[in-house]
């Protein structure tokens, strides 16, 4: 399989776990009984498995999950501190340089 498809799936999951998670953490704010953000982010969430489960049936285990879970967390960072307006310290913010060092090494 091609690098540009292994990529392509690695940001499909990424993508898609990172605005379900995005979602949910909005609805949660918000407290309301119906949510559709709720409904949305769990449908995010929902793609974001399954597209995990396409990429593991067609490419290496060792490469999809270590990158797609990392990157996940770099790309959440992200998301809190600029569509949440969290509060994202220092330590986090090296942490997932640290984790985008690995993931640049993945392939290698």
Known sequence: MSFVSISGMIAAIVSTATAGDVLIASAMRRRAGRN?????????MALSFFALLYSLSHADVSLIAP????????????AA??????????RRWLA?????????LLKR
């Open 96 to 104: 997932a340089v640290f984790v985008c060092c690995g993931v640049a």
């Open 67 to 78: 990158a797609a879970g990392s990157l996940t967390f770099v790309t959440n960072a992200i």
């Open 36 to 44: 559709g953000r709720f409904l949305a982010g769990a449908g995010c």
């Open 81 to 90: 501190r600029w569509l949440l307006h969290e509060n994202v310290d220092r």
